[in-house]
């Protein structure tokens, strides 16, 4: 059995809603021009690569790292927003990477809460329209229906009935994010893709939209993928979580094991560059890192955290470790993970 296949086999299987197997994302470097008769290979930025990931049915994993590290465009092949190079996703054990599958059916069942509300929504339609949308294109529910659970959705979510009736412009940006999530879970999909769902509000509303996202978890159900930076955000709503660097999947376990007692080099420094009020518990976690995130066209042989860890070794430089089980349900990829114990 390979590393990659006892990977998958390690990742906890029960109650599983969604899966990546192997999934890649390369993106054409742009400017490029066409030589048939050049020597010189096409280059790509590989923004997602051979990343698989179990989400168990009502629980949240959170997929975080710094800016770069490929998390949105994971997002975004599930989604379905971008085609994915290779691999497969599955949803409820149906593969929605085979091209039989028709949009209407996907987004069915998978609804996504973008960072900038402003820009996810139409500022020409009224709130209710813009609930409203997905329920005649993705439903076959009649349109007193639809009122229905557009009055529904906005109570869901702590509006009144009155906000039907107004457009975004009219609202601030704690309730648009509101409308986002009520228009999300509208169409009772079984998973939410949460992109950096707090990052663009005031910090006051923050807490509001995190405490919101947890009662209508337990209220209907919904599973979450939630895409953040932000290590508070993911200790306060994810019950896993899954470190991305550059592209890999460098840890993934239980929120608590990973953010308690993290072993990849990266994920301690992290962990330790998240901002903490209480000045007496600064720097608590101490890594050395040097230099810059490496260039997603030309990335480092080997693992690719190698160019920057403290204890990489010739080894790093030249093979690419794969996620190795150290405990329950805790996944590392490192060659000298015991240095981190």
């Given at each position: 059995?390979s590393?990659?296949d006892?990977?998958?086999?390690?990742?906890p299987?029960?109650l599983?809603i969604?899966?990546?197997v192997?999934?890649?994302?390369?993106?054409?470097?742009?400017?490029?021009?066409?030589?048939?008769f050049?020597?010189?290979k096409?280059?790509?930025?590989s923004a997602v690569?051979?990343v698989?990931?179990t989400?168990?049915?009502?629980?949240?994993?959170?997929?975080?790292?710094?800016?770069?590290?490929g998390?949105?465009s994971?997002?975004?092949?599930?989604?379905?927003?971008?085609?994915?190079?290779?691999?497969?996703i599955?949803?409820?054990?149906?593969?929605?990477t085979?091209?039989?599958?028709k949009?209407?059916q996907?987004?069915?069942?998978?609804q996504?809460v973008?960072?900038?509300?402003?820009?996810s929504?139409?500022?020409?339609?009224?709130?209710?329209?813009?609930?409203?949308?997905?329920?005649?294109?993705?439903?076959?529910?009649?349109?007193q229906e639809?009122?229905e659970?557009?009055?529904?959705s906005?109570?869901?979510?702590?509006?009144?009935?009155?906000?039907?009736?107004?457009?975004?412009?009219?609202?601030?940006?704690?309730?648009?994010?509101?409308?986002?999530?009520?228009?999300?879970i509208?169409?009772?999909?079984k998973?939410i893709l949460l992109?950096?769902?707090?990052?663009?509000?005031?910090?006051s509303?923050?807490?509001q939209?995190l405490?919101?996202?947890?009662e209508?978890q337990r209220?209907y159900k919904?599973?979450y993928?939630?895409i953040t930076?932000n290590?508070?955000?993911?200790?306060?709503?994810?019950d896993?979580?899954?470190?991305?660097?550059?592209?890999?999947?460098v840890?993934?376990?239980?929120?608590?094991?990973i953010?308690g007692k993290?072993r990849?080099?990266?994920?301690?420094?992290?962990?330790?560059?998240?901002?903490?009020?209480?000045?007496?518990k600064?720097?608590?976690?101490?890594a050395?890192?040097?230099?810059?995130?490496?260039s997603?066209?030309d990335?480092?042989?080997?693992?690719?955290?190698?160019?920057r860890?403290?204890?990489?070794?010739?080894?790093?430089?030249?093979?690419?470790?794969?996620?190795?089980?150290?405990?329950?349900e805790h996944?590392v990829?490192?060659?000298f993970?015991?240095?981190?114990?």
């Amino acid at each position: 059995m390979s590393s990659s296949d006892q990977q998958e086999d390690e990742q906890p299987q029960e109650l599983e809603i969604l899966r990546t197997v192997h999934l890649r994302k390369f993106y054409p470097v742009r400017g490029q021009t066409f030589d048939p008769f050049s020597r010189k290979k096409k280059k790509f930025v590989s923004a997602v690569d051979d990343v698989s990931i179990t989400i168990p049915k009502g629980k949240t994993v959170a997929i975080v790292g710094e800016s770069g590290c490929g998390k949105t465009s994971l997002a975004q092949t599930i989604m379905g927003l971008t085609p994915i190079t290779s691999g497969e996703i599955y949803l409820d054990g149906l593969c929605i990477t085979d091209r039989k599958i028709k949009p209407r059916q996907l987004y069915r069942n998978i609804q996504m809460v973008f960072q900038d509300p402003d820009s996810s929504l139409d500022p020409r339609m009224t709130v209710g329209d813009s609930i409203a949308e997905p329920l005649q294109e993705l439903t076959s529910v009649n349109k007193q229906e639809i009122k229905e659970l557009v009055f529904k959705s906005l109570e869901a979510v702590g509006l009144s009935k009155e906000f039907a009736f107004r457009v975004p412009r009219e609202l601030s940006g704690g309730q648009k994010q509101r409308v986002a999530i009520a228009r999300a879970i509208a169409p009772s999909p079984k998973i939410i893709l949460l992109d950096e769902p707090t990052s663009a509000l005031d910090v006051s509303v923050q807490a509001q939209i995190l405490s919101l996202l947890l009662e209508l978890q337990r209220n209907y159900k919904l599973t979450y993928v939630l895409i953040t930076h932000n290590i508070a955000v993911a200790q306060y709503l994810s019950d896993t979580v899954a470190v991305m660097y550059a592209g890999n999947l460098v840890e993934y376990g239980p929120t608590e094991t990973i953010l308690g007692k993290p072993r990849h080099p990266y994920t301690i420094a992290l962990i330790a560059s998240a901002p903490v009020p209480d000045p007496w518990k600064r720097n608590l976690l101490k890594a050395d890192i040097r230099g810059e995130v490496p260039s997603a066209v030309d990335p480092p042989t080997g693992c690719r955290f190698n160019p920057r860890c403290p204890f990489a070794e010739l080894k790093c430089t030249k093979e690419k470790p794969q996620l190795a089980l150290i405990g329950q349900e805790h996944l590392v990829a490192c060659h000298f993970v015991e240095k981190t114990a």
